[in-house]
């Protein structure tokens, strides 16, 4: 019978903390710059200019409908083919940021589409600007009813992260790989990775109902 033996793990402990900060920290900035993404992508999607909405509905079905591993490989093995080279930390962080983007972009387009037109149609009698009515009327509703859906992708994002180890970037998945290639001792590595990824999506998940209450209930969020 298989006799567990913790000791590699807990041994090198510290190489495993140190890839998971380095799991929060590449998907906390691709989360931002993929908001930022969304954002942009949503807007654009809602345009009046036929073209843009053309161009950006382009890019979220190609990402949408290929996979997130074939989307790092092209990025990271075959941009360099055309003269763009990248290293295997920036690759990752580009790759996560276009597809959190898209599928964002989406969330976002519902989320604006579904205000009511009257209340649009209220800050254009205001003499309101098109950007100040996204802004003072359509954006934080729309986050509103969204919220869920836009964070729950986000945890999604933290968890595809350890694809990006296929291409030695590193995070927390290329650390356990490291690791058991040295002890071999794949069962109590990877059960203690999958406790570790367990763990930080619990964490995101209570930040980011911190971050709901502050913006959707608390008066400074209003």
């Known amino acids: 019978m298989y006799q567990l033996n913790f000791e590699p793990v807990f041994n090198n402990l510290d190489l495993l903390l140190y890839g998971a900060w380095l799991t929060v920290r590449l998907s906390l900035i691709a989360m931002v710059l993929g908001l930022v993404v969304s954002v942009l992508g949503a807007m654009a999607k809602t345009s009046t200019m036929p ?3 053309w161009l950006v509905g382009v890019y979220v079905e190609v990402i949408r409908n290929t996979p997130f591993l074939i989307q ?5 093995f075959g941009l360099p083919a055309v003269g ?5 930390n920036t690759a990752a962080l580009v790759a996560l940021v276009i597809n959190v983007g898209a599928y964002g972009t989406e969330i976002i387009r519902a989320g604006i589409e579904s205000i009511p037109q009257g209340q649009i149609e209220a800050g254009r009698a205001l003499s309101l600007s098109r950007m100040q009515i996204f802004r003072y009327i359509v954006i934080k ?3 509103r009813s969204i919220y869920p859906s836009l964070t729950s992708q986000f ?3 933290l968890l595809t992260s350890s694809v990006v180890s296929a291409i030695s970037a590193n995070d927390l998945a290329s650390m356990g790989a490291d690791l058991n290639a040295k002890t071999f001792a794949s069962f109590e ?8 990824y367990f ?3 619990l964490g995101f998940t209570s930040l980011f109902a911190v971050i709901r209450r502050f913006l ?3 008066p400074l969020g209003r």
């Open 199 to 201: 763990v930080l999506s």
């Open 72 to 76: 790092i490989f092209f990025i990271f």
């Open 216 to 218: 959707f209930t608390y």
């Open 51 to 53: 073209f843009l909405r």
């Open 155 to 157: 945890i999604y994002l």
């Open 141 to 143: 509703p729309a986050l």
């Open 84 to 88: 763009v080279s990248m290293s295997p």
């Open 189 to 196: 590595i990877y059960l203690v990775l999958s406790v570790m």
